[in-house]
């Protein structure tokens, strides 16, 4: 025996059509018309960056500015994380007094 309940639900679910025009996935036309030009991203890199254009210093300066400063300091091991932070301050701040 069926309950009422349960057959009103196919009946409603029955009648439901699905508009397969708003679930496809986009052409690539349509995605290419939304990738941002170099000027757009090159703004967003200066608002996201502003200190310079060039965007954060890469892990490559910093290391051989720690490295500096760890053989400044005599070769002492242990102040490895104090030597990479003061690298990056350091590495910061000659990249934003540059014209």
Do not use: C, N
């Amino acid at each position: 025996m069926t309950s009422p309940a349960a057959g009103r639900a196919t009946e409603t679910f029955s009648d439901l059509q699905i508009d397969q025009s708003t679930s496809r996935e986009p052409m690539m036309s349509e995605a290419a018309e939304h990738v941002p030009d170099s000027a757009a991203i090159a703004e967003e890199s200066a608002a996201i960056y502003p200190d310079t254009i060039e965007g954060p210093p890469t892990p490559e300066a910093i290391a051989i500015e720690a490295y500096r400063i760890y053989m400044a300091r005599g070769a002492g091991d242990g102040h490895d994380v104090e030597d990479w932070l003061e690298a990056e301050r350091r590495v910061s701040e000659s990249r934003r007094a540059k014209p």
